[in-house]
Nanobody, 115 residues
Framework: QVQLVESGGGLVQAGGSLRLSCAAS????????MGWYRQAPGKQRELVAV???????NYADSVKGRFTISRDNAKSTVYLQMNSLKPEDTAAYYC?????????WGQGTQVTVSS
């Protein structure tokens, strides 16, 4: 069984920074990809950033230049460094991992950016 545990969310003023972490635990043979999604109240969940097994990354246009996704393979952990935060970044952020053909989700961590 695989579990994803997220941390790092909180309340921050516009222009500030947060670093989200997501640690995968359980029986893990290979993580093919990990990513971050976000969902604001009343809105659809959207992709924020992904990183695959080869280290390639993709970002939503709205966060390019501000957010950076990275991983620590030894710790099965993915990070999302968020800089220059804007109120529109406010959402619940969810970690996702593709492992052995199955997609797993974390419980979400709230990020609130005040104006």
């Amino acid at each position: 069984q695989v579990q994803l545990v997220e941390s790092g969310g909180g309340l921050v003023q516009a222009g500030g920074s947060l670093r989200l972490s997501c640690a995968a635990s359980g029986t893990i043979f290979k993580i093919h990809a990990m990513g971050w999604y976000r969902q604001a109240p009343g809105k659809q969940r959207e992709l924020v950033a992904v990183i695959n097994s080869g280290g390639s990354t993709n970002y939503a246009d709205s966060v390019k230049g501000r957010f950076t996704i990275s991983r620590d393979n030894a710790k099965s952990t993915v990070y999302l460094q968020m800089n220059s935060l804007k109120p529109e970044d406010t959402a619940a952020y969810y970690c996702s991992a593709l492992i052995l053909g199955n997609n797993y989700w974390g419980q979400g961590t709230q990020v609130t950016v005040s104006s």
